[in-house]
């Protein structure tokens, strides 16, 4: 056997005589954990115990299949279990990302100001209510020790006892009169005495208690000074904030803009989303027209679950994920996307209390990766501009969202989960911190002006100039970011129109070699960065062959220098560009 289950194991051998005077040897046998009895016998002893043996071997093999099928059972019901428990934990999360939208519907997302006020009272007890425990607990410790008098001599016990003769001699009743005298006088003696050492030692208990008690009154005073300094702070601060609140209150209530901005970040932060969902946004607010431009982080893909259930393969013994097909997934992804969407406008919409929001701009981002690039990028993916009248009419609690968003001619790709890059709507984010003041350059330029040996920054500068001009008409704007000379940004162009508008990258190269494909591939990452929809990569000499082929089918345009130099003419501008010239100059050969 492998196992040893003789703890499991009873016998009673008895030796019996027959009618034939013939000894037999009979066994009760018994196996705890089968519950099971028999009785052998055997003529001889020896035989006996080893059909004993054979029958508890048996039975062990019996017993160690029987618990090897019971831990089967409760290992497949422990497995079976985690598998129903994360079955369950799988459902519940599909459910919260299906009922998205749903589960906002029945939730007013007015703000409640008097909620966002702080109400809590100052929890740290007031010291000095522990101070009365603690003067009895130190008179309770040391009255312990405070001695009882001594029990004061009582002149009657000290009166001599006089026999018939002592009454007879006067001097004998006198002598006995007098000692029991002497005796209670020395007695009252020693009692004053051990009296006044009682009164002294207790008076030092008493000195020590008052000590005592001065000390901790004094520390107790200490502390509920300290204890007011913190209250007074605390409901200085509380003060403070609510103080805070009202003030937001009236001037949300007067439609003041920063008031609105923060008003609607409220909104948007009570919103409850799973917990793998990001929950970061960006808002502007334009009180003249009543737009909220709303610029969303959506959630990407790698946080939504890709498994519906969980089974458990008893045959195999391991637990098995069921995979949610793609199509599937793709449709989960897609509805709570639009769904996030909607969501996120009504709840602004149904917050609005005041009437601030005639129109909102909702922009949303995912941060996903590109599997074209092996490179994760920031890409607008679906905008939504809509009036408050036409979205409130919707019976939200009916709709099919991707209808719906299509309906009020939202804007995305085919499927979502492709991830295709669009150009929002309306879209905010020009307060860039690289920005930098601008300066003319262009009216220096004339046709004598070679700009491949044109100061750095002011090359930067007249291109900045001449995409200005260039976007003016379509009311674009470009701005030049602060020069580092890093290959970075050198110019963004913010250009309104629809269709073939957004944010365009624009990087500036006064070169006198031809620009390299690495140059052309860095422009490219900083333009997935960036969320650009387009990026342009200008120079005095030209691209090398490699630089034109790797821009092909990608949102990039590169303007060499007969280019630079026809855009200028277009505008009214003359210049040259004599790379041979920069060369020389450079080289510090001027012959």
């Known amino acids: 056997m492998t196992e040893n289950l003789e703890h499991l194991h009873l016998i009673n051998i008895e030796a019996h005589i027959s009618a034939g005077n013939k000894k037999r040897f009979v066994a009760n046998i018994q196996h705890k954990g089968l519950n099971t009895f028999r009785t052998i016998n055997d003529?001889?002893?020896?035989?006996?115990?080893?059909?004993?043996?054979?029958?508890?071997?048996?039975?062990?093999?019996?017993?160690?299949?029987?618990?090897?099928?019971?831990?089967?059972?409760?290992?497949?019901?422990?497995?079976?279990?985690?598998?129903?428990?994360?079955?369950?934990?799988?459902?519940?999360?599909?459910?919260?990302?299906?009922?998205?939208?749903?589960?906002?519907?029945?939730?007013?997302?007015a703000i409640n100001w008097n909620k966002l006020k702080d109400k809590k009272k100052f929890k740290i007890p007031n010291p000095k209510i522990r101070l009365q425990d603690s003067l009895n607990l130190v008179s309770e410790i040391h009255n312990r020790r405070i001695r009882e008098n001594p029990i004061e001599p009582n002149k009657n016990d000290y009166e001599p006892t006089l026999s018939f003769v002592d009454k007879l001699f006067k001097s004998k009743r006198e002598r006995k009169v007098y000692q029991s005298k002497i005796m209670y006088e020395t007695a009252l003696a020693e009692w004053n005495k051990m009296l006044n050492n009682v009164n002294e030692f207790n008076n030092q208990i008493k000195d020590q208690i008052e000590k005592e008690k001065g000390e901790i009154i004094?520390?107790?005073?200490?502390?509920?000074?300290?204890?007011?300094?913190?209250?007074?702070?605390?409901?200085?601060?509380?003060?403070?904030?609510?103080?805070?609140?009202?003030?937001?209150?009236?001037?949300?209530?007067?439609?003041?803009?920063?008031?609105?901005?923060?008003?609607?970040e409220l909104v948007l932060n009570n919103s409850e989303y799973p917990d793998e969902f990001p929950k970061d946004f960006d808002l502007e607010y334009n009180g003249d027209n009543h737009i909220l431009v709303v610029e969303y982080v959506l959630p990407p893909t790698d946080v939504f679950p890709r498994h519906s259930e969980v089974k458990y393969n008893k045959a195999k013994k391991e637990l098995r994920e069921v995979p949610i097909s793609e199509l599937q997934f793709s449709k989960m992804y897609e509805n709570a996307l639009y769904s996030i969407c909607l969501r996120t406008v009504h709840e602004l919409y149904e917050a609005d209390v005041v009437d601030a929001i005639d129109t909102i701009v909702f922009n949303g981002w995912v941060n996903e990766?590109?599997?074209?690039?092996?490179?994760?990028?920031?890409?607008?993916?679906?905008?939504?501009?809509?009036?408050?009248?036409?979205?409130?009419?919707?019976?939200?609690?009916?709709?099919?969202?991707?209808?719906?968003?299509?309906?009020?001619?939202g804007v995305s790709a085919s499927k979502l989960i492709g991830m295709t890059p669009i150009q929002p709507l309306i879209q905010i984010n020009k307060s860039d911190k690289r920005f930098v003041s601008s300066y003319d350059v262009i009216d220096k330029?004339?046709?004598?002006?070679?700009?491949?040996?044109?100061?750095?920054?002011?090359?930067?500068?007249?291109?900045?100039?001449?995409?200005?001009?260039?976007?003016?008409?379509?009311?674009?704007?470009?701005?030049?970011?602060?020069?580092?000379?890093?290959?970075?940004?050198?110019?963004?162009?913010?250009?309104?129109?629809?269709?073939?508008?957004?944010?365009?990258?624009?990087q500036a190269k006064r070169y006198t070699n031809t620009v390299g494909v690495s140059s052309v591939r860095d422009l490219y990452g900083t333009v997935m960065n960036e969320g650009a929809t387009k990026g342009i990569?200008?120079?005095?000499?030209?691209?090398?062959?490699?630089?034109?082929?790797?821009?092909?089918?990608?949102?990039?345009?590169?303007?060499?220098?007969?280019?630079?130099?026809?855009?200028?003419?277009?505008?009214?501008?003359?210049?040259?560009?004599?790379?041979?010239?920069?060369?020389?100059?450079q080289s510090g050969n001027t012959n």
């Open 369 to 409: 990766l590109n599997k074209a690039t092996g490179k994760k990028s920031n890409n607008c993916i679906l905008s939504l501009q809509v009036r408050k009248e036409e979205f409130v009419s919707i019976n939200l609690a009916n709709i099919d969202v991707k209808v719906c968003f299509k309906n009020l001619k």
């Open 218 to 264: 004094k520390k107790h005073d200490d502390s509920e000074r300290e204890w007011e300094r913190q209250k007074n702070e605390f409901e200085a601060k509380q003060a403070e904030h609510n103080l805070k609140v009202d003030k937001l209150k009236e001037l949300y209530n007067s439609k003041d803009e920063n008031a609105i901005i923060q008003y609607c």
């Open 43 to 109: 003529i001889d002893l020896d035989i006996l115990e080893k059909k004993i043996d054979a029958q508890f071997e048996k039975w062990d093999a019996q017993f160690s299949r029987l618990e090897k099928k019971n831990r089967e059972a409760e290992e497949n019901w422990e497995k079976g279990n985690i598998a129903e428990e994360r079955t369950q934990e799988l459902q519940d999360r599909l459910n919260q990302i299906e009922n998205i939208l749903h589960d906002t519907l029945d939730i007013n997302d």
């Open 445 to 506: 330029l004339d046709e004598g002006s070679n700009l491949a040996i044109m100061d750095w920054e002011d090359f930067e500068h007249l291109l900045r100039e001449l995409f200005e001009k260039e976007f003016s008409t379509n009311g674009g704007e470009v701005r030049v970011t602060q020069a580092s000379r890093d290959g970075g940004v050198d110019a963004i162009a913010f250009d309104p129109d629809p269709i073939r508008g957004g944010k365009i990258v624009i």
């Open 537 to 585: 990569l200008v120079t005095t000499s030209d691209f090398g062959p490699d630089a034109y082929e790797f821009v092909k089918n990608k949102p990039l345009t590169l303007l060499n220098g007969n280019n630079l130099l026809f855009l200028l003419e277009k505008h009214g501008r003359k210049a040259r560009i004599d790379i041979a010239e920069a060369k020389r100059l």
